[in-house]
């Protein structure tokens, strides 16, 4: 991406003072974190606005690289795919595992006992 089309868009989102998620919410998650004794007003909409965007992205690469495309849908395995194959997103990948079945995770640690004791 150009820097002059991250600076419009970040100019667009300064121009565009309304944010969809709770700021009371942002507030609360990084209150929580013991490194952070107080919160700037400006910090917290910022914050806000920066993890608006990034679930944007996030949603739209996953989206686009998807299954869900023909029927206009976003599954959870289309979020899991994109955090396990795009590096921008590989950090992810502990939050949004791939899902897997009782019985094929049951056997896959069966299997492992079994190569222990080989």
């Known amino acids: 991406m150009s820097e002059t089309n991250v ?3 970040v100019e667009r989102a300064a121009q565009n003072k309304s944010v969809s998620l709770p700021m009371s919410r942002v507030r609360l998650i990084m209150k929580s974190s013991p490194d ?3 919160i700037n007003q400006e910090a917290l909409f910022l914050t806000t606005k ?3 965007l990034f679930v944007q992205h ?4 996953s989206y686009n690289n998807g299954s869900g495309k023909d029927t206009k849908t976003l599954s959870y395995s289309d979020l899991a795919d994109t ?3 795009t590096e921008t997103f590989q950090f992810l990948t502990d939050i949004l595992p791939k899902k897997i079945l ?3 995770y049951l056997k896959s640690l069966q299997e492992l006992e ?3 004791d080989n």
Do not use: H, I, M
């Open 7 to 9: 600076d419009s868009k």
């Open 36 to 38: 952070v004794s107080c």
């Open 50 to 52: 920066a993890t608006e």
């Open 58 to 61: 996030l949603a739209l690469a």
């Open 83 to 85: 955090a396990e194959e």
């Open 102 to 104: 009782a019985r094929d």
């Open 114 to 116: 079994e190569d222990d």
